[in-house]
T-cell receptor, first 112, second 113 residues
Framework: EDQVTQSPEALRLQEGESSSLNCSYT??????LFWYRQDPGKGPEFLFT???AGEEKEKERLKATLTKKESFLHITAPKPEDSATYLC?????????????FGSGTQLTVLP | DSGVTQTPKHLITATGQRVTLRCSPR?????VYWYQQSLDQGLQFLIQ???????AKGNILERFSAQQFPDLHSELNLSSLELGDSALYFC????????????FGNGTRLTVT
């Protein structure tokens, strides 16, 4: 069974204080690892897809990296508007069916 | 705005009742997914449709059913509702069944009293 574990559960940072969020996964044959941002009362917003170990993607202050066992979301010089819950999800081969397995998320709070 | 539209935004109903949640996918997306999000279980996959056909089932209860119509909109039917069914129900869509990203709507918050 596919498993995704995110840590820490919650993270409080001062504005400008860089940090990283972790997503550890167990899946037989990764087809893609996805990062989403979710604001309260909203649906998850797509950020990145990573397909293979060594791959990196960047968007503004966010950078996602992937190894064979985990992914990191690095946040550089965060701002209060980066406060949200960050979700990681994995997709394993399953023919024509797609089923993302989500982690429980990291709730990030950036203080001004 | 993801382009995925869900209605209604909020729904309050009593135990034992039946409700229907509606989802319109992004223009051009053929695949629709339903997820349930509760405080204690996170985002749980319920069911997937592709171009009108059911493609995958996750942790969907027998009291729940879904369908995708020829115009590609989808409905999730929840019946014999219990208190524990209170949750956020999200619809997502994607272009196809490969590893293209899912785009989520803003959900329907269901409260069962």
């Amino acid at each position: 069974e596919d498993q995704v574990t995110q840590s820490p559960e919650a993270l409080r940072l001062q504005e400008g204080e860089s940090s990283s969020l972790n997503c550890s996964y167990t899946v037989s044959g990764l087809r893609g690892l996805f990062w989403y941002r979710q604001d309260p009362g909203k649906g998850p917003e797509f950020l990145f897809t990573l397909y293979s170990a060594g791959e990196e993607k960047e968007k503004e202050r966010l950078k996602a990296t992937l190894t064979k066992k985990e992914s990191f979301l690095h946040i550089t010089a965060p701002k209060p508007e980066d406060s949200a819950t960050y979700l990681c999800a994995v997709q394993a081969p399953s023919g024509s069916a797609r089923q993302l397995t989500f982690g429980s998320g990291t709730q990030l709070t950036v203080l001004p | 705005d993801s382009g995925v539209t869900q209605t209604p935004k909020h729904l309050i109903t009593a135990t034992g009742q039946r409700v229907t949640l509606r989802c319109s996918p992004r223009s051009g997306d053929l695949s629709v997914y339903w997820y349930q999000q509760s405080l204690d279980q996170g985002l749980q996959f319920l069911i997937q449709y592709y171009n009108g056909e059911e493609r995958a089932k996750g942790n969907i209860l027998e009291r729940f059913s879904a369908q995708q119509f020829p115009d590609l909109h989808s409905e999730l039917n929840l019946s014999s509702l219990e208190l524990g069914d209170s949750a956020l129900y999200f619809c997502a869509s994607s272009v196809s069944v490969d590893n293209s990203p899912l785009h989520f709507g803003n959900g329907t918050r269901l409260t069962v009293t």
